[in-house]
T-cell receptor, first 113, second 115 residues
Framework: QQQVKQSPQSLIVQKGGISIINCAYE??????FPWYQQFPGKGPALLIA?????SEKKEGRFTISFNKSAKQFSLHIMDSQPGDSATYFC????????????FGKGTKLSVIP | SAVISQKPSRDICQRGTSLTIQCQVD?????MFWYRQQPGQSLTLIAT?????????ESGFVIDKFPISRPNLTFSTLTVSNMSPEDSSIYLC????????????FGEGSWLTVV
């Protein structure tokens, strides 16, 4: 599996602020880039995902920005809330019958009141 | 989406023993995966378990240590054999719904502690 690099490892944001998490990938065969949210004691839940033919995707307060030439993508959480405090993982797979996800190392987000 | 149920949800296991984790899905799915998440770490793919074929293991994981069964389109088991403390992890079942395109869903995980 090719690597997906994620930063920062941890992030503290004030309530109402913008949380930004970045990922970079190496394998140009990747064609699907999801973000998962994981609360303590729970399995990862799909938050939002993007394909490389789109530069941005927005769902509510969550936006993915995608830069195909730089092989980078990022998650933006607008108006961050304490309930957003969780660990966020970026991931990628190449589809085409594989669908095996390669994950970043995760970002622990803490939103403080 | 789908409901993915794992059993056990948590267990404390003795060194040298084996434990079988069950994964039940409320839909028929072709593609199932097993991932491991070591404490405070990311997820690593153990194997792909497609119905009708032998499980395919990733580098660093072997069938003797992690035997997998996939008897039908809604069920799979992962056994962690001859456990050591290094096997203390969350083991996660995941699926790709045949109708969901690229989306991969995860169960809640089985939290194993080996003492």
């Amino acid at each position: 599996q090719q690597q997906v690099k994620q930063s920062p490892q941890s992030l503290i944001v004030q309530k109402g602020g913008i949380s930004i998490i970045n990922c970079a990938y190496e394998n140009t065969a990747f064609d699907y880039f999801p973000w998962y949210q994981q609360f303590p004691g729970k399995g990862p839940a799909l938050l939002i995902a993007i394909r490389p033919d789109v530069s941005e995707k927005k769902e509510g307060r969550f936006t993915i920005s995608f830069n195909k030439s730089a092989k980078q993508f990022s998650l933006h959480i607008m108006d961050s809330q304490p309930g957003d405090s969780a660990t966020y993982f970026c991931a990628a797979h190449s589809g085409a019958g594989s669908y095996q996800l390669t994950f970043g190392k995760g970002t622990k987000l803490s939103v403080i009141p | 989406s789908a409901v993915i149920s794992q059993k056990p949800s948590r267990d404390i296991c003795q060194r040298g023993t084996s434990l079988t984790i069950q994964c039940q899905v409320d839909s028929q799915v072709t593609m199932m995966f097993w991932y491991r998440q070591q404490p405070g770490q990311s997820l690593t793919l153990i194997a792909t378990a497609n119905q009708g074929s032998e499980a395919t293991y990733e580098s660093g994981f072997v069938i003797d240590k992690f035997p997998i069964s996939r008897p039908n389109l809604t069920f799979s088991t992962l056994t962690v054999s001859n456990m050591s403390p290094e096997d203390s992890s969350i083991y996660l079942c995941s699926i790709r719904l045949d109708t969901s395109g690229n989306t991969i869903y995860f169960g809640e995980g089985s939290w194993l502690t080996v003492v």
